[in-house]
């Protein structure tokens, strides 16, 4: 997926060393928050939508996980993360892509990283495409778009491609997911698929484009919020992992753009993580209309000198 963001982390540096074990995998995961003293099931769906028509939640249906190790940083140790295939895609955290699944899984040994300065695009500009498929969901693309420019002062632009060579297509594949930053040459895709048509969610995969990761990922994330595992399968647990080497420019964001809500990958209708103060609610990119004063500073931040 920040301000709090680590920027963030972006890193992503992907990845792979061989899968791991099951076994193995859950082994590093064993430390497991006290539940909730007072569970909350998850609220209802927004009166009037269909199963159809639902949002798009990370972690609302089951997948299949396959563990592997990321390095999201060069100069950091790489981490058991895990996979979930959606479509033809290696997707961790919910929404952020790490190749073709294929490609993933088929790592040996081998072990790629990107240093997280280079995954800022040049200038802060940003081509892309819009895929006919996703052309009933094209003027709020444009929204998104001209939302990040104007709450960045014009230092990120996403710009419809003439005849640059690196782009974004976006279109409607299965899920919503993004790379983070700048992912080699060529075209690099970003999917809006079902349920992901709110202009939250669109602007949440854009920024993860721009480079950022997730708030509740940043290092110092235990400082600010209690994380409830034992409410999350042992499979999903890795997506609570703080991001290694993770930057921060600003206090934590409670409710940027780049924070899921509080019934995230839960597993049994009950939170898996609040506010240590209880003053703040965690809530969805869905359900929010935009980039934080805090999400936009960060972003200038990490683009700085880069911006014109």
Not at 11 to 28: C, E, N, T, W
Not at 282 to 302: C, H, I, Q, R, W
Request: hydrophobic content about 30%.
């Amino acid at each position: 997926m920040a301000n709090r963001q680590w920027i963030h982390s972006l890193a992503a540096a992907l990845l792979v060393v061989a899968p791991l074990g099951i076994a193995g995998a859950r082994k590093s995961m064993e430390k497991v928050v006290p539940p909730s003293t007072e569970p909350t099931l998850a609220p209802n769906p927004e009166p009037g939508t269909t199963p159809d028509e639902q949002p798009w939640r990370p972690g609302a249906v089951e997948q299949p996980t396959v563990p592997v190790m990321v390095r999201w940083r060069e100069d950091t140790e790489p981490v058991t993360t895990s996979i979930v295939k959606s479509g033809n895609m290696a997707i961790t955290q919910g929404d952020i892509a790490l190749g073709r699944y294929e490609d993933v899984i088929g790592q040996d040994s081998k072990t790629v990283a990107i240093n997280n300065l280079s995954q800022r695009w040049p200038k802060g500009t940003i081509p892309y495409v819009i895929d006919s498929s996703l052309s009933h969901l094209a003027p709020m693309i444009r929204q998104a778009a001209d939302h990040i420019r104007q709450q960045t002062g014009g230092c990120i632009k996403f710009v419809p491609r003439t005849n640059e060579q690196k782009y974004i297509r976006m279109y409607q594949g299965t899920g919503c997911w993004s790379y983070l930053g700048v992912t080699g040459s060529g075209v690099q895709d970003l999917s809006l698929g079902q349920g992901c048509g709110y202009l939250g969610t669109v602007v949440h995969e854009m920024l993860h484009a721009v480079g950022f990761d997730h708030e509740q990922n940043r290092p110092d994330r235990d400082s600010y919020l209690n994380v409830y595992l034992n409410n999350v399968s042992p499979e999903q647990r890795h997506n609570f992992t703080p991001t290694p080497g993770g930057r921060t420019f600003s206090s934590f964001d409670f409710d940027s753009i780049m924070i899921y809500g509080e019934y995230a990958f839960s597993n049994n209708g009950q939170k898996t993580m609040v506010d240590k103060t209880g003053k703040h609610t965690l809530t969805d990119p869905y359900n929010k209309t935009g980039m934080t004063p805090s999400d936009a500073y960060e972003v200038k931040a990490f683009y700085s000198g880069v911006c014109q």
